[in-house]
């Protein structure tokens, strides 16, 4: 017992405002938990102007700002970690017009001291700036590319991947519908290149799961405006006449763009569940998840912004805690130090996945729990059970080691 | 005595002897009256269970998703956080109705008393603050601001010191109850859960649930003294998860709930060493001892069962099924 009497307690709490400027004053005055002395460390965020994306569905917001709020959290979380231990983190976010040269804005950043980098773009730029000589001593973290490539072929020492491949995607999606066994799906390609990209994953899943791809169309209608009067009538007979194919389990579709996969559902000739970039969907994060304490970072994330995570959002909230976490625990914010801490055993974080999330070795991908989404609710979380691996049951989801022709490597 | 008798027949001798050996088990087996509470978040209730016959006696219906519950000092209470309803509820264990509700802030998860018996000490995981609760006046005294996701509560033994673990932080927040200053922060591993001071008041343990350690931390120091790692046969690292710790009364064990690995790990508190795992229910968060120390019961989420441990021979008893996903659990002698 404290030896307070009653009324001793309650003038204590009297000082309430007083105490709460002392307590935040003490927070950094005994910010015993590392040793580092004050460290302020600059983060990047590089993207540019895309193509404006306008929902099929008036549910969803456009947004324009997807990856930044994600980085923003992260920083608040990591600051909140940092009064404690004296570290401040600070995101300088740049983003050039879509004309622009990525590589230019990159080395000016570079020039300012950044060496830890959020890059935000397509995988062609990407590798561009890993390739730089500047990237060399700098640690890149992919939030925005899916490309398999960047996985298998493409490997750079320099370049972590939080956003999940197309690989992992598609892998997720087919041991789900191993338990459920169906097995004989009816893809539906879209006209872009990622499309054709999700298909040939979908297609390698489907190969390593069991499943058995029975027929396969390409969706080639050029879309017009999002919105418009009486639009319907025209995708219920589209879709209908489209969807005439010998039977199958499940239509599987190929939209990253978001053009056509939402009019799909409930207009197939035949009655069957859709899946892929529409219906059932795999995914990084999404709006309906709320498991292993994820309703308050949700919550977090939507007061402050006004609209959910997105999978880029989440992806950049990762590689922010990822660099906190390690600078907390090796008192440090060079790059070269953080990298070798990532790629160690020490290294795990927390990602409201239910288990810890870590890096592969050999090609710098975040593996991770990815969630099977509907759009209203959760329907499962990928691993299956009974997908069993040697080393870990994530690695059971993309490239696995013997799979990648990248190897383990130090950063140069 | 009777079952002494030199003039009994050889007949009757056998029967006699098992009476006298079913009377003595009788004996070993008497536990003193006492009854469970267990806070069930997906039906919304708590369930009673007789602590003799280990026999569901009634379920109470509480306000949305009861997570964490203390009782109050005198027995007569149970304080429920009913974290969607946004406040404590009181439930009197003599009638099981809620008399009244308290202001705990928004979603209140887990809660702890401070030994007066004055003071609830609830974490608000939406607004990174700890909220301290007058239980007789029924009014919210003070918002302490900690770090991100506060969860974990443990009060020393003194009533001097508030350990609360934040779970984005990674961090255990000694906060000084005379002055309410966070006065140290000590940097343990992924997700920390729950905070538990010995019973000497000389060591704080705290789980870390992504990380899959207990850091066992020095009070006086604030430094760790070990991280207990756990190593179960076929069972992956990633899926051992200890959350709920329990310490013994003469403090030589600690029982850790180890979540989806399905198992509650015995450890000698002398050597900070596992010595045994025990095979619960599934997804094992919390645990408490019974009042004579020689049960252990623990809430398995995903089994919706109870799991009572033999404390003395260290075997799981029995099971008990209760509402779905139980979450807390107290006993109450």
């Known amino acids: 017992m404290p030896s307070l009497e009653p009324d001793d307690k309650k003038k204590r709490f009297h000082r309430f405002p007083v105490i709460l400027f002392a307590l935040l004053g003490g927070l950094l005055l005994h910010g015993a938990a590392s040793a580092a002395a004050a460290l302020n460390i600059q983060i990047a965020l590089l993207s540019m102007e895309e193509e404006r994306h306008i929902p099929l569905s008036l549910l969803e917001p456009v947004i324009d700002d997807t990856g930044q709020m994600g980085a923003e959290q992260g920083i608040r979380d990591n600051n909140t970690t940092g009064q404690f231990t004296g570290q401040s983190f600070t995101l300088v976010a740049t983003k050039i017009d879509s004309d622009a040269s990525p590589l230019e804005a990159f080395v000016k950043l570079h020039e300012q001291g950044v060496r830890l980098f959020l890059v935000n773009l397509p995988a062609d730029r990407l590798i561009e700036i890993a390739d730089l000589p500047q990237a060399k001593e700098s640690l890149l973290f992919n939030i925005a590319a899916r490309d398999d490539e960047l996985r298998t072929r493409l490997c750079r020492p320099n370049l972590l991947h939080t956003i999940p491949s197309r690989a992992m995607l598609a892998d997720a999606l087919a041991q789900y519908l191993t338990w459920k066994r169906w097995n004989e799906w009816f893809l539906v390609i879209g006209r872009h290149p990622q499309d054709k990209a999700y298909a040939e994953a979908l297609k390698r899943a489907a190969k390593r799961f069991g499943h058995k791809i029975v027929e396969t169309r390409e969706w080639t209608f050029v879309p017009g405006a999002r919105r418009t009067d009486s639009g319907h009538t025209r995708e219920q007979e589209e879709v209908n006449a489209f969807t005439q194919v010998g039977d199958y389990d499940i239509l599987i579709v190929a939209d990253e763009r978001d053009e056509f996969g939402e009019f799909l559902n409930y207009r197939s000739y035949l009655p069957r569940p859709v899946g892929g970039s529409h219906g059932l969907s795999p995914a990084a994060w999404s709006a309906v998840h709320e498991q292993w304490g994820a309703t308050q970072f949700q919550r977090r994330f939507h007061e402050k912004n006004g609209r959910w995570m997105s999978d880029r959002d989440y992806s950049a909230w990762l590689a922010v805690r990822t660099i906190g976490e390690a600078a907390t625990r090796t008192a440090s914010d060079r790059a070269e130090q953080l990298k070798r801490y990532i790629s160690s055993e ?58 990648s022709r990248c190897k383990k490597q130090q950063p140069g | 005595m009777l079952f002494m008798s030199s003039r009994c027949c050889s007949s009757i001798r056998p029967r006699l002897i098992t009476m006298a050996f ?153 906060i000084n109850l005379e002055t309410l200053k966070v006065e140290d922060n000590v940097l343990v591993d992924q997700r920390p859960r729950v905070a538990q001071f010995s019973n000497d008041g000389k060591q704080v343990w705290v789980s870390s649930e992504i990380g899959g350690t207990v850091s066992v931390i020095d009070s006086a120091t604030r430094k760790i003294i070990k991280k207990i790692g756990f190593e179960i046969p076929g069972i992956h690292k990633e899926s051992i998860q200890p959350v709920g710790i329990q310490l013994s009364r003469d403090g030589t064990k600690a029982f850790i709930a180890l979540g989806p690995a399905a198992r509650v790990a015995v450890v000698d508190t002398a050597k900070l060493e596992v010595e045994k795992y025990l095979l619960v229910g599934q997804r094992v968060w919390n645990l408490a001892f019974s009042p004579d120390e020689k049960r252990i019961f623990t809430t398995n989420g995903v089994s919706n069962d109870v799991s009572v441990i033999d404390v003395e021979r260290l075997k799981v008893k029995k099971s008990i099924q209760v509402g779905r996903l139980p979450w807390g659990v107290v006993v109450r002698p």
């Not at chain 1, 209203?376 to 299956?384: D, K």
């Not at chain 1, 691996?389 to 690695?395: A, E, G, M, R, Y």
């Not at chain 2, 998860?109 to 003071?119: F, I, S, T």
Request: proline fraction near 5%; charge should be negative.
């Open chain 1, 346 to 403: 020490d290294f795990n974080l927390a990602a409201f996945k239910g288990r810890p999330v870590t890096y592969r070795d050999w090609n710098g991908q975040l593996r991770q729990p990815l969630l099977l989404t509907s759009p209203r609710l959760m329907i499962s979380v990928s691993p299956q059970k009974g997908f069993l691996h040697q080393h870990t049951t994530l690695d059971t989801l993309g490239f696995d080691r013997a799979e």
């Open chain 2, 22 to 174: 079913i009377i003595a088990m009788l004996a070993a087996e008497a536990v003193q009256a006492y009854t469970v509470y267990v806070s069930s978040e997906k039906d919304n209730t708590i369930t009673v269970i007789d602590g003799e016959s280990l026999k569901v006696l009634q379920k109470v219906a509480v306000g949305e998703r009861p997570r964490g519950i203390a009782l109050s000092k005198d027995g007569k209470i149970l304080y429920v956080c009913t974290s969607d309803a946004d406040h404590i509820e009181v439930l009197d264990l003599e009638t099981l109705k809620v008399t009244h509700v308290l202001p705990s802030g928004p979603d209140p998860e887990l809660l702890v008393l401070g030994p007066e018996g004055k003071y609830l000490y609830a974490a608000n995981e939406d607004d990174n603050m700890v909220t301290v609760v007058d239980v007789e006046k029924r009014q919210k005294v003070i918002e302490i601001q900690v770090g991100v996701e506060p969860e974990g509560m443990g009060i020393s033994p003194d009533g001097k010191w508030l350990v609360n673990t934040s779970e984005t932080t990674n961090m255990a927040h000694f």
